[in-house]
Nanobody, 121 residues
Framework: QVQLVESGGGVVQPGGSLRLSCAASGSIFNIHAMGWYRQAPGSQRELVASITSDKTTNYEDSVKGRFTISRDNAKNTVDLQMNSLKPEDTAVYYC???????????????WGQGTQVTVSS
C-alpha cells in the first residue's frame, strides 16, 4: 500500500516563504511524475507544479519565478519551495505521484491528504 504524506504548510505573511515536503512510502517499484496541486475555497483544484523522473519541471503561470519544485529519487520525496507568497496563493496544497507499485503493473495516481497554506497579514 502506497502513502503520500505532506508537511510544511502554515500561515505566512505576504512576501514570505514556505517549503512543502511530501514523502512517498509503501510498496513502490518506480515513481514517474510527481507534482503539487492546490485548491482554494470555491475553486477547482489546479496544478501548481510538476516534475518528471528525469527532473523536467512545469509550472502554472502565476507561480513561475516564485515557486520551485524538486525531488529526491533516492528518498521518494518531492518538495515545493514557495517564495514571494501572495494572498491568492492561499489554498490547500496536495502532493501527487504516479507510482508503479510492482514491475509490470500499471501506474496509479496517488494523493496526499493536503496541507493548508494561508498567506495573510
Amino acid at each position: 500500500q502506497v502513502q503520500l504524506v505532506e508537511s510544511g504548510g502554515g500561515v505566512v505573511q505576504p512576501g514570505g516563504s514556505l517549503r512543502l515536503s511530501c514523502a512517498a512510502s509503501g510498496s513502490i517499484f518506480n515513481i514517474h511524475a510527481m507534482g503539487w496541486y492546490r485548491q482554494a475555497p470555491g475553486s477547482q483544484r489546479e496544478l501548481v507544479a510538476s516534475i518528471t523522473s528525469d527532473k523536467t519541471t512545469n509550472y502554472e503561470d502565476s507561480v513561475k519565478g516564485r515557486f520551485t519544485i524538486s525531488r529526491d529519487n533516492a528518498k521518494n520525496t518531492v518538495d515545493l519551495q514557495m517564495n514571494s507568497l501572495k494572498p491568492e496563493d492561499t489554498a490547500v496544497y496536495y502532493c501527487t505521484a504516479a507510482i508503479q507499485a510492482r514491475r509490470f503493473t500499471p501506474l496509479y495516481d496517488y494523493w496526499g491528504q493536503g496541507t493548508q497554506v494561508t498567506v495573510s497579514s
